[in-house]
């Protein structure tokens, strides 16, 4: 599976983006997948998950109520859906797909994309 990430950008805080997660090869609905985060300095940490089936989301509590994640496999792509965006979200996202295991823990992906920079000003 070859995972490309998009639709990073500059903005205001406050402000909203929303990233999307391309997928290649014809078994993305059988993966979970994630979207994790890195900023300077800092380790790789979770943001969001999503199930295979779509039935079950997960957040991390800095993002939650704000950020939605989603998945439209007919067009093998995830969403990331960011709302009220805060200077401390500026980082690089990443998009990554799993099967099964700790959907919050980096370890429990097998592929990864390429990252995508979130910058957002104060």
């Known amino acids: 599976v070859q995972l490309q990430a998009s639709g990073g950008g500059l903005v205001q805080a406050g402000g909203s983006l929303r990233l999307s997660c391309a997928a290649s090869?014809?078994?993305?609905?059988?993966?979970?997948m994630g979207w994790f985060r890195q900023a300077p300095g800092k380790e790789r940490e979770f943001v969001a998950a999503?199930?295979?089936?779509?039935?079950?989301?997960y957040y991390a509590d800095s993002v939650k109520g704000r950020f939605t994640i989603s998945r439209e496999s007919a067009e093998n792509t995830m969403y990331l859906q960011m709302l009220d965006l805060k200077p401390e979200d500026t980082a690089v996202y990443y998009c990554?797909?799993?099967?099964?295991?700790?959907?919050?823990?980096?370890?429990?992906?097998?592929?990864w994309g390429q990252g995508t920079q979130v910058t957002v000003s104060s």
């Open positions: 990554a797909c799993a099967r099964g295991g700790v959907l919050r823990s980096p370890s429990s992906y097998l592929y």
């Open positions: 999503i199930t295979w089936s779509g039935a079950s989301t």
């Open positions: 090869g014809r078994t993305f609905s059988r993966y979970d």
